[in-house]
């Protein structure tokens, strides 16, 4: 598929824990390795920088799509907007949906990014690549964060 990406987890923790983790823009920062300048507000923007090593220089935004607690919550985004001499404002962003549910053990989180053959045909190979990645190592990232 080129248009989305989709990842799961099984989560060794209570599905309110999974919610606050991403919900929360103080601990979705430190796992998601962002300083973000505000909490999430559905219809909002939010905006801050990316603190993952020699991405420094790359400034976090999203618009708040939908938080539907505790089981989905989304934002767009423009993917691998990395270069801070490209302006991404003309792109279409792609849409990122968190989705949790309970399972015997734990939660199942599953998390979409979708819209990629929107993106300028010179582009798409590279986010949909970087961000493929990118979400693998995220979902062992929140996997570690909400097991401490």
Same mark, same amino acid.
């Given at each position: 598929m080129t248009d989305r990406i989709e990842k799961s987890v099984e989560l060794k923790a209570p599905i309110e824990? &999974?919610?606050?983790?991403?919900?929360?823009h103080d601990e979705f920062g430190t796992w998601?390795? &962002?300083?973000l300048d505000g909490p999430f507000v559905p219809g909002e923007i939010s905006r801050g920088h990316i603190t993952y090593p020699?991405?420094?220089h790359v400034r976090w935004e999203a618009m708040v799509t939908r938080m539907d607690e505790p089981h989905y919550?989304?934002?767009?985004?423009?993917?691998?907007?990395?270069?801070?001499? &490209?302006d991404?404002?003309?792109e279409t962003p792609t849409? &990122?949906?968190?989705?949790?549910?309970?399972t015997g053990s734990g939660t199942r989180l599953t998390v979409t990014e979708s819209g990629f053959d929107a993106l300028p045909p010179h582009r798409?190979?590279?986010a949909l690549r970087m961000n493929d990645g990118g979400w693998a190592e995220q979902m062992k990232n929140i996997e570690e964060y909400v097991a401490a």
């Open positions: 824990r &999974v919610w606050t983790a991403l919900t929360d998601f390795r &962002v300083k020699g991405y420094e919550f989304s934002f767009t985004w423009h993917p691998y907007a990395v270069d801070p001499d &490209v991404y404002s003309g849409l &990122v949906e968190f989705r949790l549910a309970p798409r190979p590279d």
